[in-house]
């Protein structure tokens, strides 16, 4: 396992705003909002014969929540994309899933201040559970029109060989 290493200079932590989303080997354009990457691991309550008093716990089965990821309605197709290779409402009887490419692993990077990539994980086996393509329609509203994509997955963790990057000092021009 890799070690990390403690950035003596950085107190803050980690701004939630700086982050992209990586599938099929390149980013995907406009994602604003990832949801959280959570698991829960199932409490397996035992208890031993001679001892009716307390029961021991132990771990039992791990889930890991679907993540949800929103951004503006553009003319880039990839959510659409992805979404009808789970379910083609327009494909002959037999065909409407494609089995072969419809997981994807996808990565989430987090960036400090300075833009430097300082946290990455790595989601497995992803497919579309969910697909928005079009919000609710409002003409008294100001908003942006927003596209909701929800990606089941088989688990995440975190990319250990993503170091904290040693942060750059402001240089006195003079």
Not at 39 to 62: A, F, L, M, Q, W
Not at 64 to 70: K, N
Request: glycine letters at 6%; a negative charge; hydrophobic letters at 40%.
């Amino acid at each position: 396992m890799a070690q990390f290493t403690v950035n003596s200079q950085r107190f803050d932590p980690y701004k939630n705003f700086k982050f992209r989303v990586k599938w099929d080997g390149k980013f995907v354009a406009g994602v604003s909002k990832v949801s959280a990457l959570k698991r829960t691991t199932e409490v397996v309550k035992h208890r031993e014969g001679g001892d009716p008093s307390s029961s021991r716990k132990s771990p039992g089965r791990t889930e890991f929540e679907a993540i949800t990821l929103e951004r503006g309605v553009t003319h880039d197709k990839d959510f659409e994309q992805w979404a009808n290779s789970v379910w083609n409402h327009g494909s002959g009887l037999g065909a409407e899933v494609s089995l072969a490419g419809f997981r994807k692993n996808i990565t989430i990077e987090v960036y400090n201040e300075a833009g430097q990539l300082a946290i990455a994980y790595n989601l497995f086996r992803c497919w579309v559970s969910e697909f928005q393509s079009l919000p609710d329609l409002d003409a008294n509203a100001n908003a942006v029109a927003i596209q909701h994509l929800k990606l089941e997955n088989e688990g995440w963790e975190r990319d250990v060989n993503v170091v904290e990057p040693a942060e750059p000092a402001l240089v006195d021009p003079a």
